[in-house]
């Protein structure tokens, strides 16, 4: 079955940088859009970045600059390096597959910004 398995979450000062890994299972990855989301509380889930089958890539607004989202398709494996971390950034973070007819998302891992 298809796994989305994120990791490396947790709690960062305010300036600090996390890089979030998801491993995937199950697909073809390479054929995949991968994508990062977040959702804070009381908040709507929103899209952070996204990486496409052709490495192409788009971020949030909130994020340029800061964020750098990576795929290795040789490990299944999307990255997504977080620098100057804001307190507004706290969240949890979801990686997402996407592709015409599948949409497959990870539990999910909590970043928390705060001094």
């Known amino acids: 079955q298809v796994q989305l398995v994120e990791s490396g979450g947790g709690l960062v000062q305010p300036g600090g940088s996390l890089r979030l890994s998801c491993a995937a299972s199950?697909?073809?990855?390479?054929?995949?859009?991968m994508g990062w989301y977040r959702q804070a509380p009381g908040k709507q889930r929103e899209l952070v970045a996204r990486?496409?089958?052709?490495?192409?890539?788009n971020y949030a607004d909130s994020v340029k600059g800061r964020f750098t989202i990576s795929r290795d398709n040789a490990k299944n494996t999307v990255y997504l390096q977080m620098n100057s971390l804001k307190p507004e950034d706290t969240a949890v973070y979801y990686c997402?597959?996407?592709?015409?007819?599948?949409?497959?998302w990870g539990q999910g891992t909590q970043v928390t910004v705060s001094s």
């Open positions: 997402n597959a996407l592709k015409i007819g599948r949409d497959y």
């Open positions: 199950g697909i073809v990855f390479s054929t995949y859009a």
């Open positions: 990486t496409t089958s052709g490495y192409s890539t």
